[in-house]
Antibody, heavy 116, light 110 residues
Framework: EVQLVESGGGLVQPGGSLRLSCAAS????????LNWVRQAPGKGLEWVAI????????YYVDSVKGRFTISRDNAQNSLFLQMNSLTADDTAVYYC?????????WGQGTLVTVSS | QSALTQPASVSGSPGQSITISCTGT?????????VSWYQQHPGKAPRLMIY???KRPSGISIRFSGSKSGNTASLTISGLQAEDEADYFC??????????FGTGTKVTVL
């Protein structure tokens, strides 16, 4: 079964850091670009970041540039999102999603809450 | 990157057809055929319903169809069913390896 499973979410204070992980299975992980997409409580979807197959290309939405870093480990079939200098506006469910010029496979999401 | 514009809500009776619009700009929807639609039930992850404007993934009902004209894409749900009640989001490639989502539409089956 093709699957993505996120982990690492939780409660963090403003200014803090958190690292999200996404474990993939059921497909050839190294062949695909991968994304992080987030959804604030009661709000719409927002694309956050994308990484190419070997990790040499990374792109971000303006609001997280310089604070978030997307990375991957093809040997471990894993995607990561390092989030620094977090603010309340970063509170959201974070989804990893496989990219095939569309978001064809999604994980179940992991909730990040930024609050003191 | 501004969000694509969708109506906040659309409703219809069972068996009817409804259409959800998704308006962008000449830099996103108007420039690419990479428009997709996602269905999201409460507390669940989004699910791909339409990709590349008109294509349906395996397992998606033929009741779902997509189209595009200029800077506006549309999702039509025919033969509306109770299980279609959900939030729907459009998404477009915006160039520079970036994507932009729509504001979302809540579909209610009356």
């Amino acid at each position: 079964e093709v699957q993505l499973v996120e982990s690492g979410g939780g409660l963090v204070q403003p200014g803090g850091s958190l690292r999200l992980s996404c474990a993939a299975s059921g497909f050839t992980f190294s062949r695909y670009w991968l994304n992080w997409v987030r959804q604030a409580p009661g709000k719409g979807l927002e694309w956050v970041a994308i990484i190419n197959q070997d990790g040499s290309e990374k792109y971000y939405v303006d609001s997280v540039k310089g604070r978030f870093t997307i990375s991957r480990d093809n040997a471990q079939n894993s995607l990561f999102l390092q989030m620094n200098s977090l603010t309340a506006d970063d509170t959201a469910v974070y989804y990893c999603a496989r990219d095939d010029w569309t978001f064809d496979i999604w994980g179940q999401g992991t909730l990040v809450t930024v609050s003191s | 990157q501004s969000a694509l514009t969708q109506p906040a809500s659309v409703s219809g009776s069972p068996g009817q057809s409804i259409t959800i619009s998704c308006t962008g700009t000449s830099s996103d929807v108007g420039s690419y055929t990479l428009v997709s639609w996602y269905q999201q039930h409460p507390g669940k992850a989004p699910r791909l319903m339409i990709y590349e404007v008109t294509k349906r993934p395996s397992g998606i009902s033929i009741r779902f169809s997509g189209s595009k004209s200029g800077n506006t894409a549309s999702l039509t749900i025919s033969g509306l069913q109770a299980e279609d009640e959900a939030d729907y989001f459009c998404c477009s490639y915006a160039g520079g390896y970036a994507y932009v989502f729509g504001t979302g539409t809540k579909v209610t089956v009356l």
